[in-house]
C-alpha cells in the first residue's frame, strides 16, 4: 500500500470552477449601467424620427403641393409636439410619376457625461405618393 494519496485527491480541479470574480462583476456592472444610460437617452430620440417619419408621409399624402405639405406637417408636429425639424426644413421635389417626394435630414446631440456627447444624424423620406386625379 502506498501511504502517500495522490496528489489529485488533495487539490482541487480548478477547471471544473466556474464563476465570476468581482472585479469582472463591477465590470460587468459598468458596461450595463453605461448600456442603461445609452438606452435611455437614445429613446426619445429615436421615438421622435419615428414620429417625424408618420407625420411627413402624412402630410405628403395631404398636400397637393409643397405649400400645403410644409403646413400639413407644421399642423401635425404642433399636436405631436415635434420640435426637431418644422415645414421649411423638408425637401420637397416633384416626382417623375407623378405627387410627391418628401425628404427631411437632422442631426441631434445628446450630452452624455461631461465634455463627451453623442451626435446621431436621422435621414428619411416619404417617398413618391401618386395623387389621385379624377
Known sequence: MNPTPRLSRIRPH???????????????????????????????TVSEFMMIKRAVTKARNDGMDPPSIRASFDRTA?????????????????APGGGYRVEFAYEKRIPLFGPASLVLDYRGDAGAGLKDVR
Open 14 to 44: 480548478y477547471r471544473q470552477q466556474a464563476g465570476l470574480s468581482l472585479l469582472g462583476l463591477i465590470f460587468l456592472g459598468v458596461v450595463l449601467t453605461f448600456g442603461a444610460m445609452l438606452t435611455m437617452r437614445l429613446y426619445p
Open 78 to 94: 404642433a399636436i405631436d409636439d415635434i420640435s426637431s425639424i418644422n415645414g421649411k426644413d423638408l425637401q420637397i421635389t416633384s
